[in-house]
Antibody, heavy 123, light 107 residues
Framework: QLHLQESGPGLVKPSETLSLMCTVS??????????WGWIRQAPGRGLEWIGT???????YYSPSLNSRVTISLDTSRTHFSLRLSSLTAADTAVYYC???????????????WGQGTLVTVSS | AIQMTQSPSSLSASVGDRVTITCRAS??????LGWYQQKPGKVPNLLIY???SLQSGVPSRFSGSGSGTDFTLTISSLQPEDFATYYC?????????FGQGTKVEIK
């Protein structure tokens, strides 16, 4: 059974860099054909795609966050990570990691999600 | 980047009603569209992918249609467990965009 779990700080200061890790059990982030990614949701707001990484390490980022985001796979094959720099209060959100496991010839859709971790940006 | 305009932002409906939610893409995305349901405090759940394909385990009262720029999610007979917020998600050239969401409330 696939399980994803986010981990990282719940509180970060403005201008600092957020580092989150998603631990995957029941699958390998490098040996499958899936994409893996991060999605966030500000309190009371909608869902926002942050970025996605392919099993081969290719990355794709939201144009609005591209300059501040880095997603990477761990060579242990059991987790992938998110770094988001130059934080402001607007980055306060629940951050979800997800497997984009439903695939068609031209699209990939998240099917398994972690439970999410609330990150608050405040001094 | 492709923009997704979802409407309405909220609606009130009764159990048994037929409910329709629409998503419009700012450019042609083929059928690269999915629909998600999210209940308060819960993780989003995939209902429909490729515009009209029902995800495994999802009740058949949910259906999707459309292609190109205009898409629809229909709930044929609203059930009590369907009161939630619904989001569309497009994937075009490895850039994903969510719609703003539609909150379905009890009338």
């Amino acid at each position: 059974q696939l399980h994803l779990q986010e981990s990282g700080p719940g509180l970060v200061k403005p201008s600092e860099t957020l580092s989150l890790m998603c631990t995957v059990s029941g699958d390998s982030v490098t040996s499958t054909r899936y994409f893996w990614g991060w999605i966030r949701q500000a309190p009371g707001r909608g869902l926002e795609w942050i970025g996605t990484i392919r099993y081969n390490g290719n990355t794709y980022y939201s144009p609005s966050l591209n300059s501040r985001v880095t997603i990477s796979l761990d060579t242990s094959r059991t987790h992938f990570s998110l770094r988001l720099s130059s934080l402001t209060a607007a980055d306060t959100a629940v951050y979800y990691c997800a497997r984009f496991g439903v695939q068609t010839n031209s699209a990939n859709y998240p099917d398994y999600w972690g439970q999410g971790t609330l990150v608050t940006v405040s001094s | 980047a492709i923009q997704m305009t979802q409407s309405p932002s909220s609606l009130s409906a009764s159990v048994g009603d037929r409910v329709t939610i629409t998503c419009r893409a700012s450019q042609d995305i083929g059928n690269n569209l999915g629909w998600y349901q999210q209940k308060p405090g819960k993780v989003p759940n995939l209902l429909i992918y490729a515009a009209s394909s029902l995800q495994s385990g999802v009740p058949s009262r949910f259906s999707g249609s459309g292609s190109g720029t205009d898409f629809t999610l229909t709930i044929s007979s609203l059930q009590p467990e369907d009161f939630a917020t619904y989001y569309c998600l497009q994937d075009y050239n490895f850039i994903w965009t969510f719609g703003q969401g539609t909150k379905v409330e009890i009338k």
